[in-house]
């Protein structure tokens, strides 16, 4: 029996994987300015070209910033956009797919994601805060439905441009991270003061929030990125004319951030600097960041940032300067160079390739920095990178928020289970909802010792528990139904 019970375990961690895998491969597609895109699928990364509808242009022929693509779980491209306009797969401008309100020049200010347990529907995720077409200030989201137009895609007539939050001085940057219950996303941008918060499950939105963090800034509007470490656990914002960067810890249970740390490249040089674009190496230890003709790495050693080696860019032209930076799939960062303003039909050696960091986690030289070793065959690109979230990155295994899965890793929440508790973390209430109408023989709730901290004999199929008196911590809650079956369920109590 024992041989047997390993063996059934182990084919419940093998579909928890399954489970879980749905959204690898999702980065493999970069799409990028002037009819170009990089293609990771294969072992040596290789380009791809647009047809002769240029669309991969993105149409309005002057891309700058603003860039997002996604792929499906076997890494094909799905769709993309420059903060204006939206394409499909086939690089046609998809229906309903114009007049996005984020605005190709927004730093990495747009990035998607595929909507919790709702296959085919995507969020596309994008901050206006220059309150384009007369509208307000804030974050907002059109919602990609891949079912529509013969199975290209299309943006839902009713889900175009909607307020996901109101946020006034908001910064052109905003990055995702994965929930530490491996399913939800969080959403998170700079502002004048402290970072917005919003909180996306199969509901859509489900919370929203601001933390009085970092530095407290009157200058409002600012550009710059917003990186996110591999793991979710740090995050980084470049404040450009400001010439700070700020680094922070995230918790992927919560959202909350913490021990905040910056760099202040104004008072660390005699000449004014700003600073543009970041990212952080693959192990989180090293932070990247750009500014006109220098590319630093700084070293992440508790509260102190420190920098460790720097990059000057050989060019004497003012206009050639580093842009942005983004973590690849290989652990490879990959930089943008820009040749001349915008709008600019310039080309030259600089944005004609992209340079790259071959060995990030490495400290000093040894990082490998090889200024235009990535050729975009005859094609060029400006300041921006795809605004790619970590897609990958799976649950925080037995933290508070593991509340989808038990502790043999067997799915405790699904479509067909006809037991519902929420919300889940819970500070005052509980309910817990029976889906089939019948009413429950008994419901216990135990702390994760084992101990029965709340039992109760249930006459309806809905019960709400209050729990204030409950301590923090990890509960589980079981219910036995009146044909003798058993349903557990575990919930974070704040």
């Known amino acids: 029996m024992r041989c047997f019970k390993n063996i059934f375990i182990l084919l419940l961690c ?60 076997n890494g094909n491209l799905l769709f993309y956009s420059n903060g204006w306009k939206v394409y499909d797969r086939n690089n046609n401008l998809m229906p309903n797919g114009d007049s996005i309100w984020c605005g190709i020049s927004t730093s990495n ?15 596309l995720f994008y901050v206006n805060p220059y309150g384009l077409n007369n509208s307000a200030i804030g974050v907002y989201y059109s919602v990609v439905n891949m079912n ?21 001085s908001l910064y052109e940057q905003i990055a995702a991270i994965k929930h530490g219950n491996g399913r939800d996303w969080w959403l998170i941008g700079k502002r004048a003061s402290g970072y917005f918060k919003i909180l996306v499950n199969p509901e859509g939105i489900y919370d929203t929030s601001i933390q009085q963090i970092g530095l407290g800034l009157s200058e409002g509007i600012t550009v710059g990125e917003i990186s996110v470490s591999k793991k979710g656990d740090k995050i980084a914002s470049c404040l450009n004319a400001l010439g700070i960067l700020e680094v922070l810890n995230f918790d ?26 970041c990212c952080f190496s693959p192990d989180g230890n090293n932070l990247y960041c750009t500014s006109s003709d220098t590319l630093f790495q700084l070293r992440i050693n ?3 940032l420190n920098i460790t080696y720097k990059v000057i860019c050989p060019s004497n032209i003012f206009s050639d300067i580093f842009a942005q930076l983004e973590l ?13 303003s915008a709008p600019s039909n310039n080309y030259s050696i600089y944005n004609m390739n992209l340079s790259t960091i071959n060995s990030p986690d490495s400290i000093g030289a040894s990082c490998d920095v090889q200024l235009n070793s990535f050729n975009l065959g005859g094609k060029k690109t400006w300041l921006g990178l795809p605004n790619m ?59 994760s010792l084992g101990v029965t901290v709340m039992q109760l004999h249930q006459t309806k199929p809905t019960a709400q528990l209050n729990i204030r008196q409950l301590a923090a911590g990890v509960y589980f809650v079981k219910v036995k139904m009146q044909d003798g079956s058993v349903t557990v369920r575990k919930f974070m109590k704040l």
């Open 14 to 73: 093998s579909v928890t994987t399954f489970c879980f895998a749905q959204n690898h491969n999702r980065e493999r597609m970069w799409v990028l300015p002037d009819s170009v895109g990089i293609n990771f699928n294969t072992v040596t990364p290789t380009i791809f070209f647009s047809n002769e509808s240029g669309c991969l242009s993105f149409g309005d022929g002057n891309p700058l910033e603003a860039d997002a693509s996604i792929s499906d779980t």
């Open 109 to 123: 200010g747009i990035l998607t994601l595929p909507w919790p347990s709702r296959d085919s529907l995507y969020f």
């Open 148 to 168: 529509l137009n013969g199975g290209n895609g299309a943006i839902e007539n009713n889900m175009k441009n909607v307020k996901a939050y109101g946020v006034d």
């Open 252 to 277: 992927r249970c919560n959202g909350h951030l913490s021990n905040f740390i910056f760099h202040d490249f104004l008072a660390s040089f005699s000449n004014p600097i700003s600073i543009y674009g």
């Open 302 to 304: 508790g509260a102190n």
């Open 328 to 340: 690849a799939p290989n652990n490879i960062i990959y930089l943008t160079m820009c040749h001349g």
């Open 389 to 447: 979230p970590n897609y990958d990155l799976g649950r925080l295994v037995d933290s508070p928020c593991d509340t989808l899965y038990n502790s043999v890793n067997e799915k405790i929440t699904n479509e067909k289970s006809i037991v519902r508790i929420y919300p889940n973390p819970a500070t005052n209430e509980l309910t817990i909802e029976i889906l089939n109408g019948i009413a429950p023989k008994k419901i216990e709730i135990s702390n």
